[in-house]
């Protein structure tokens, strides 16, 4: 965190209007309890099934520490009420109706089908949930997300639907050795950001971009990102 908020200062930036989302996938539930007590609101995950068992795991803790009272807590941590989970990772349709109810944002859009789905449970439940288009910037065809010269129509198509709040744009830069080679894949997506923010799509809520992780986040920050997705430089190397 002392990281970001140099990345923040040197650009020019301040530390507080960039939020650090926790990504757990290789996190132990002791390590995810722990980074909550010491007052880390936003979590993610990539897979469906470990975000719904971690989802549960933390609310049981938070739950019982609220009945122990703080009394119980560990003296100078500061358990907060609730955290956000993100959903950063690929989204089948047929999982939609599970992850709707768990999350704050949902990073992952890269189709109109998904979307449609998911404006069609939100419509249902008469709610409405933030999403984040996922750009293809890189070009690597193993990569999800949307191509860069379709990312404008697609915006202007999720625009048009109540229920699903379009908020930004997420990407991932190759996994390269040097930071300064995912330098191109965020200057691209800040790129079609601001492309969409000029047309006006999404309005003034159009205002997220996510990109950024344990290997890059510091050239993120500099490239504009507002939520940095982390998971290594919290919880190490190996998946759980
Ligand atoms: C794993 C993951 C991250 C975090 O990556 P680290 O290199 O561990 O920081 C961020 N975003 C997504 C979508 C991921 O799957």
């Known amino acids: 965190m002392d990281r970001v908020g140099e990345a923040a200062v040197r650009a020019g930036r301040r530390p507080e209007s960039i939020i650090v989302v926790a990504v757990t996938k290789t996190a132990s539930p002791d390590q995810i309890r722990g980074i909550v007590e010491q007052g880390h609101i936003d979590l993610g995950e990539n897979r469906v099934q470990q975000l719904i068992q971690r989802v549960a795991q933390l609310k049981e803790f938070l739950s019982r520490k609220r009945t122990l009272g703080r009394a119980a807590t560990t003296p100078g941590h500061d358990a907060p009420d609730d ?4 959903m950063a990772g690929h989204l089948q349709r047929n999982k939609v ?8 944002l949902i990073h992952s859009i890269d189709s109109l089908r998904l979307a449609e789905e998911i404006q069609a449970v939100t419509a249902r439940a008469d709610t409405a949930v ?7 910037a890189s070009g690597e065809p193993s990569k999800q997300g949307v191509a860069p010269a379709a990312a404008l129509h697609l915006a202007e198509q999720i625009d048009s639907m109540v229920h699903v709040r379009l908020r930004g744009l997420m990407t991932m830069a190759p996994r ?12 691209r997506t800040a790129e079609i950001f601001e492309d969409i923010r000029t047309e006006g799509i999404g309005g003034n809520q159009f205002n997220i971009l996510s990109m950024g992780m344990t290997n890059d986040f510091e050239v993120a920050i500099e490239q504009g990102a507002n939520i940095l ?3 290594r430089a919290f919880f190490g190397e190996t998946e759980q």
């Open 130 to 136: 933030d999403i984040l288009l996922e750009i293809n």
């Open 83 to 86: 955290v956000r989970w993100h």
């Open 229 to 231: 997705r982390i998971g």
């Open 97 to 104: 109706k599970q992850v709707l109810p768990l999350v704050k």
């Open 176 to 187: 390269l050795e040097n930071p300064e080679d995912a330098r191109p894949t965020f200057a």
